[in-house]
């Protein structure tokens, strides 16, 4: 299974990244597990403190607070 993380401050940027991951997923036959984030901290603490592995992470590079 691919663990993947979608990082954007635009709520609805998240929501179609995930609708094209999970479409590109379906095509290619693979499982797969996406979290989605709509702040940078966020993800930055689960992968730093909470020690959370993603495989592939979708991330906006220009962010209120942290960027990309």
């Known amino acids: 299974m691919i663990h993947i993380a979608i990082c954007d401050d635009d709520v609805q940027t998240v929501q179609n990244h995930r ?5 590109c997923l379906r095509q290619w036959e693979k499982q ?11 993800l930055l603490y689960d992968i730093t ?6 495989d592939l992470i979708l991330l906006d590079i220009e962010m209120p607070g942290n960027n990309g």
């Open 32 to 42: 797969g597990k996406i979290t989605t984030y709509s702040d940078s901290g966020n």
């Open 49 to 54: 403190e909470d020690h959370f592995f993603f």
């Open 19 to 23: 609708k094209l991951t999970e479409n």
